[in-house]
């Protein structure tokens, strides 16, 4: 274990079998080496515990801690940073990799410039066809052939988000609501205790936003375009709407109307002029939750169909 290491890497994890191994050695090949990766494993059920020790036997630098039962997904992100030792922090995704450069790339732009408080490489996209594992055992949603492509389509369109963000406050949220869609920007890296003061301890579905237009208030974000982060398209968030709404703890209210707690966040945070600044977005954003709800009720009663028939 690292005792004062540069830079703290945190992987959230849940029977992540099919991905962690090649997560961890991306992590462990990278250029800079002053860091610390821990590993929160939510209750898991597979072998992601025991991959996980034969790394921590091998690499003094990893520490592993154990839910005894499932906190949740965010709790579990929460915690990680709770933990975290080192001066700047990262997220790691158990399905998505590096390139080797990576983390020494964006804490370079972060040493060399204090306004910036987070900083995040290029995002590129990658899909199930490019392993080798069968994509049955992905717990995904199953979409009908013709709609499969329409959606990863657009999905990807979503991933590659990342752009530089800087300006006044209005302009910064302004432009951050434009690039934003899946927010990408989570697993970049960012300057710790900046970080903690802007986490929220209740999940909802964009809580992510929410934490980074906090983050906001405190400096500009950068996008790194010569180092790669390769983020897996089948992720939690292809999981569905309604999934993503349970994930997050919403109630029957906030399941039908999936984006209103977001949006009476920003309006509580800040404030009704700053809503109606960006009502486009975040109506056609709401808007959006409406359809992807239909679809998603769509594709649970075609299934249904197709498995009775």
Not at 219 to 235: A, I, K, R
Request: charge should be positive; charged fraction near 25%.
């Amino acid at each position: 274990m690292t005792l004062n290491p540069k830079l703290t890497i945190g992987i959230p994890v849940y029977n992540g079998e099919l991905f962690i191994k090649k997560a961890i050695e991306s992590i462990l090949a990278q250029t800079f080496t002053d860091f610390e990766l821990i590993i929160s494993d939510n209750s898991s059920t597979d072998s992601t515990p025991k991959i996980c020790q034969d790394f921590l036997n091998k690499d003094n630098r990893i520490q592993i801690f154990t839910q005894k039962k499932n906190i949740g997904i965010h709790r579990n992100f929460n915690f990680l940073l709770s933990q975290a030792k080192g001066e700047y922090f990262a997220w790691a995704a158990v399905d998505d990799h590096l390139d080797d450069d990576f983390m020494e790339k964006n804490l370079k732009v972060l040493e060399s410039n204090s306004s910036i408080v987070s900083s995040v490489g290029k995002i590129i996209p990658y899909g199930v066809d490019s392993l080798n594992i069968d994509s049955k055992l992905i717990d995904t949603s199953i979409f009908p052939k013709f709609l499969k492509n329409f959606i990863k389509h657009g999905r990807h369109k979503k991933m590659i988000d990342a752009g530089p963000v800087s300006g006044d406050i209005n302009s910064k949220i302004r432009t951050f609501f434009k690039i934003t869609k899946s927010l990408g920007r989570w697993y970049g890296v960012h300057r710790t205790e900046q970080l903690r003061q802007c986490i929220i301890k209740k999940p909802f579905i964009n809580v992510e936003v929410s934490v980074f237009l906090n983050l906001l208030r405190l400096g500009d974000f950068h996008e790194e375009s010569s180092t790669n982060l390769y983020e897996f398209d089948e992720g939690i968030s292809s999981r569905g709407i309604i999934n993503m709404a349970k994930y997050s703890d919403h109630n029957l209210f906030e399941i039908l109307f999936p984006f209103y707690p977001f949006t009476k966040w920003v309006i509580q945070n800040f404030g009704i002029k700053t809503y109606f600044r960006n009502f486009d977005i975040l109506f056609k954003m709401n808007l959006g939750g409406e359809f992807a709800l239909v679809v998603d009720i769509f594709i649970k009663f075609y299934n249904k169909i197709k498995h009775n028939s």
